[in-house]
């Protein structure tokens, strides 16, 4: 426990909640809604109690209750409102900031009764697009920030990969549906982020198409092998943090050249590092899809 994160910076509380630092001293001079340490130079520090009433009353702001009110709420009323609002509508803004809990505190058991709560109500896909893949979005701004450290982010990582992995796994009975077509799913070199791409299997499996996942830093030179054994194959690839942005164009024509041409062969692209690439520069089998959801549309 002694790693665990227990003071935080008032920059540290605005990434974590989305509340402006200006905002937050308003808040503590007019309503006194926060009572942070203070250094000898003035400086605040904040603790974990602060952290989680902070995300409580940004929960509450966001539904539509005024500061004021907040205000005059004891820390229980603050949060049994909460859990209120939660059980009635928009659950997962409220278990994003409990998986931000878990994540900070390595709470094992919170994140556990967390996804237990949503999927009592909501089936997994929408679980993983309404809340795990908003928590991810902040989870890179967070640790790009260093308001959180990668054992934070390897952390939640690696409990959300098991839960997809639970649910790909509960597919393994549903037998392929007779299609010459295959998927290969695969991660460029030096690529390890695989937590949209096994979301991406475990969609396609759910449809009955036959997967092959090859998972992160795959030589482009061993997919060649596969050409031996399966004929239109739809290879499906992220860019995180690889290839960089000055060897993209090389990789995708090399790619398209070894693997795509004279074949009915495709690749699908999404990932970070392809937001501002145009499209009109591709070679004509490659797509680059700006979202898991519409490359799931597309299938």
Do not use: C
Not at 57 to 86: C, F, Q, T
Not at 101 to 128: C, H, R, W
Not at 255 to 261: G, I, S, Y
Not at 266 to 291: A, C, H, M, R, W
């Amino acid at each position: 426990m002694n790693n665990i994160k227990t003071n935080f910076s008032i920059k540290d509380l605005e990434n974590l909640t989305g509340i402006k630092a200006h905002t937050i001293r308003i808040w503590e001079k007019r309503y006194n809604l926060l009572s942070p340490n203070r250094t000898e130079t003035n400086i605040r520090s904040y603790n974990n109690s602060s952290l989680q009433k902070l995300l409580n009353i940004s929960y509450l702001n966001e539904n539509g209750i005024k500061i004021s009110k907040i205000a005059k709420l004891k820390n229980d009323e603050i949060a049994a409102k909460v859990r209120e609002i939660a059980s009635r509508n928009k659950l997962e803004n409220h278990a994003i900031n409990a998986l931000k809990m878990a994540m900070l505190n390595f709470d094992q058991v919170l994140f556990y009764n967390t996804y237990n709560g949503l999927i009592e109500n909501k089936p997994f896909s929408d679980i993983f697009y309404s809340t795990f893949l908003p928590l991810l979005n902040d989870i890179g701004l967070l640790w790009q920030t260093n308001t959180i450290t990668p054992a934070h982010e390897h952390f939640i990582s690696v409990l959300i990969k098991q839960k997809i992995l639970l649910n790909i796994e509960k597919l393994q009975s549903i037998e392929p549906k007779p299609s010459s077509k295959t998927f290969v799913l695969f991660l460029p070199e030096n690529e390890i982020h695989d937590i949209g791409l096994l979301f991406i299997n475990y969609k396609l499996r759910s449809k009955g198409y036959h997967t092959i996942f090859l998972g992160e830093s795959v030589p482009m030179d061993n997919l060649k092998d596969l050409l031996s054994f399966f004929s239109d194959i739809t290879f499906i690839s992220y860019f995180t943090v690889s290839p960089d942005l000055g060897n993209i164009e090389s990789y995708i024509n090399n790619f398209n050249e070894l693997l795509l041409n004279n074949s009915t062969n495709k690749l699908y692209l999404l990932g970070t590092k392809l937001q501002d690439y145009s499209q009109t520069e591709l070679p004509k089998k490659v797509t680059i899809f700006n979202s898991i959801e519409n490359l799931v549309k597309e299938l």
